[in-house]
């Protein structure tokens, strides 16, 4: 018997960011024992944002015009199982760059071809995206958690040999996915971004803030580890960093929908930048890794909002057939455009200044983004009139 739609999206999610939870919190800290200084780890995470910016728009757009997202997903899924085995044999700076540019490439089409497909799934069949997203933030906590007990006995190497098997049976899965039946057919990615600076000023405007919210993401996300160590945290505790964190996406997640319908769409960002900003003072005057954990529930929170809320937000702006595209300019500016700048920054800071400097400056972007969305908010709540028009039906 065929699984619903909702199930299908749900255990998507459960998979995807399971297997992520395996390895991703845990890079640095790997870095780091394999020799790498702070800067050397930020260049390294770097390649993750420039993959998405450089590769992940025009591959999407590629698939977008030939409807063939679904296809392009499995690959790309099949890459990522591959690339987390060859990370097990990076040892030194040479090879763990070309570890992970190879990761990167990968997660720059997994990542918004999946939330395009089972985002407008859910838009066109009256589901709420952010009640299959919130599986995934479930079995990050549980994956990142435990595996921050497993690997402080095994060894970190393990982590991407687990998350390669962990990535397998997501192939199946994504094949089971509805390929978007477009209405219309063709463009590239400059029609799309000359359609975005001429006739939708508030998806211009949202992408912008995007951008800034994922600059102050970027900063702090990767040293989060290293900072919990630095102020008394054994191994199982970064894990547990990571798993508060993800756990307490799921409340943000499932009310998200409902949230956007009092506050508005702009109103769910400002709220998400608000507790991301309150969230990094404290982790700039915490002193133990306790004060971190509790910390970190207010970053889960205000990531919760910004992942479903983005991606539910360009779903409705999107027209059908550059829906991928749009997405993947999302992903490209969030964890892209603005982790490539944030990256390296991010690592020199910390190496010069320590956590406690980063984690302030980390809480100024999210302040600036408030005000940024405060001031375009009657613009982002505007939906285009394509938006008022597509068809939102079943395909």
């Known amino acids: 018997m ?34 790498l200084s702070p800067t050397q780890i930020g260049l390294a995470i770097a390649l993750f944002p420039l993959c998405n910016l450089l590769f992940g728009p025009p591959a999407a757009a590629w698939a977008d015009a ?141 992408l912008g803030s995007v951008l800034l919210m994922g600059f102050g993401v970027g900063l702090a996300a990767p040293f989060l580890g290293l900072a919990i160590q630095d102020r008394g945290g054994a191994a199982a505790m970064v894990g547990l960093l990571y798993g508060t964190i993800a756990l307490v996406e799921i409340v943000t997640m499932r009310y998200e929908r409902r949230l956007s319908r009092w506050l508005g769409d702009a109103g769910v960002l400002m709220l998400s930048a608000g507790l991301y900003a309150l969230a990094y003072v404290g982790m700039a005057l915490a002193n133990s890794p306790v004060l971190m954990l509790a910390c970190g529930m207010l970053v889960g929170m205000g990531f919760g909002l910004f992942f479903v809320g983005s991606v539910r937000i360009v779903d409705a702006r999107a027209k059908a057939h550059r829906v991928s595209t749009l997405q993947s300019l999302r992903n ?60 939102k039906t079943p395909a």
């Open 332 to 391: 490209g500016l969030a964890f892209g455009l603005a982790h490539l700048i944030a990256g390296p920054v991010g690592g020199a800071l910390y190496q010069a200044q320590g956590p406690g400097t980063l984690f302030l400056l980390v809480a100024f972007v999210f302040s600036l983004t408030f005000w940024l969305l405060w001031w375009a908010r009657g613009a982002i709540n505007t939906l285009p009139p394509h938006a008022l028009t597509q068809n």
């Open 66 to 206: 030939r409807q063939k997202r679904v296809a392009v997903l499995m690959a790309s899924l099949l890459a990522l199982a591959l690339s987390l085995l060859g990370l097990y044999f990076a040892r030194g700076f040479g090879g763990v760059l070309l570890g992970m540019a190879a990761l990167g490439l990968s997660l720059a089409l997994v990542a918004p071809l999946a939330d395009s497909l089972i985002g407008r799934m859910a838009s066109r069949n009256g589901l709420e995206y952010g009640r299959m997203r919130l599986w995934g933030s479930l079995s990050f906590a549980l994956a990142s958690s435990l595996a921050g007990l497993a690997w402080a006995r095994v060894g970190y190497e393990a982590m991407f040999i687990v998350a390669a098997v962990a990535t397998l049976p997501l192939i199946a899965i994504a094949r089971t996915l509805p390929e978007m039946a477009a209405t219309e057919v063709r463009g590239s990615l400059l029609t799309t971004l000359h359609d975005l600076f001429h006739h939708d000023r508030g998806t211009l405007l949202l």
């Open 2 to 35: 065929p699984l619903s739609l909702k199930v299908r999206g749900a255990l998507y999610y459960f998979g995807f960011w399971g297997a992520n939870g395996l390895y991703q919190g845990f890079l640095a800290v790997h870095f780091r024992e394999l020799g």
